[in-house]
């Protein structure tokens, strides 16, 4: 993919309702693009690093070659990780609100 190809992907995404940020990063780690400061794009990328390595030899190994996309729910957010050879992308949104203001 281009990288003006991917920049206007991202572009896309940023601009989805619940949608707080991404972050584009090479396979070993290093920030590309992001919409988050510095600091905060540190701190997530050195968590989600070594579990992201982790899920791709627990795939490989069970033989699930064709997963490529993985969604983390937590009580404030989603963490959608999408990962190929060349890069990985992480965009955090925020849990919907149904009608009545509960959580899905």
């Given amino acids: 993919m281009a990288l003006r190809e991917i ?3 991202l572009d896309r995404v940023q601009t989805l309702e619940h949608v707080t940020g991404y972050i ?12 988050f400061d510095e600091e905060y794009t540190k701190n ?8 992201l390595e982790r899920i791709k030899r627990t795939i490989n190994s069970i033989g699930l070659k064709d997963v490529v996309e993985l969604r983390l729910k937590t009580k404030k957010l989603e963490y959608l990780l999408r990962t190929d050879n060349l890069c990985t992308f992480i965009v955090l949104q925020r849990h919907e609100k149904l009608k009545n203001g509960t959580d899905e």
């Fill in 44 to 51: 997530l990328v050195t968590q989600l690093q070594p579990f």
């Fill in 24 to 35: 584009c990063m090479t396979s070993s780690g290093v920030p590309i693009r992001t919409t």
């Fill in 7 to 9: 920049q206007t992907a």
